[in-house]
């Protein structure tokens, strides 16, 4: 019932910025949390940004001061503006959302993955 779709990864040159974006759709009734991971290969998947229940972004320590998360609540939509790309950010990126849908029930949700490369 619920659906998260990425848009925006890419294949850019180290120090260039991409904008990734995630619309939430279905039978939402509210989203908790909403944010992105990303998975390299051979690597488990971690967190990069997130806003958590308390409203304030969370970022991973590997991309503080390049990335940003910001989010259009009536749009249900999360963004990710990611600048100074380095080889290192290269991964699968994953949009993840704590739901509330109509009927009640919460589920974590995550998108199909974005594919973010960034060559040397």
């Known amino acids: 019932q619920v659906q998260l779709v990425e848009s925006g990864g890419g294949l850019v040159q180290a120090g260039g910025s991409l904008r990734l974006s995630c619309a939430a759709s279905?039978?939402?009734?509210?989203?908790?949390?909403m944010g992105w991971y990303r998975q390299a290969p051979g690597k488990q998947r971690e967190l990069v940004a997130a806003?958590?229940?308390?409203?304030?972004?969370n970022y991973a320590e590997s991309v503080k001061g390049r990335f940003t998360i910001s989010r259009d609540n009536a749009k249900n939509t999360v963004y990710l503006q990611m600048n100074s790309l380095k080889p290192e950010d290269t991964a699968v990126y994953y949009c993840?959302?704590?739901?509330?849908?109509?009927?009640?029930?919460?589920?974590?949700?995550w998108g199909q993955g974005t594919q973010v490369t960034v060559s040397s």
């Open positions: 993840n959302a704590d739901v509330v849908v109509t009927t009640g029930y919460k589920y974590k949700y």
């Open positions: 279905g039978s939402i009734f509210s989203i908790n949390a």
């Open positions: 806003f958590t229940s308390g409203g304030r972004p």
